[in-house]
């Protein structure tokens, strides 16, 4: 079956795929940096690919909802979300669905280290990339050191950097 309309612009872009027979539902992995990657981009993404290992998402336009999103790809064990203003402590808990993550980049969104408590589920996830406080804002090193013990609590296989 041929693609129409925006699917079928998305798709070529994508992988000069024509017919719908052709998208995969399986990808090892996705990249996009300094992008015009979006909530709607991933969403036509994520409507056909549902296994993926790896997201690699750096300074594109991704928000919360993109995050809600990526929390439904099966096998997924490394996700990079590197500075991205618009996500936020609001899609924790679609991050914590994400129970096959071993590698968890957060570093510059909106999510700061005492935020993660949420992330309980995350028992496979060996390292976390995270902003241990607002930008701007100086914080002693013991105050970060004690974030980083309780969070440790939470995530104990971890090795967590901030």
Sequence with gaps: ??????????WWHFGHITEAKNIPTELPGFT???????????????????VMESVYLKETRVTDEGVK????????KHLTLMKHENITKACLPYLNKLTDLEYLD??????RLEDISVLKDLKNLKELH???????VEESWDAILEKIIKAEETLPNCTIHT
């Design 1 to 10: 079956m041929r693609l129409k309309g925006l699917e079928k612009q998305f």
């Design 32 to 50: 996009s940096i300094d992008s015009l990657v979006d909530d709607e981009y991933l969403a036509m993404l994520f409507a056909k690919v549902s």
């Design 69 to 76: 999103l990526i929390s439904n790809i099966k096998q997924l």
């Design 106 to 111: 957060i570093w510059k969104t909106k999510i």
């Design 130 to 136: 995270i902003s241990p406080h607002e930008e701007g």
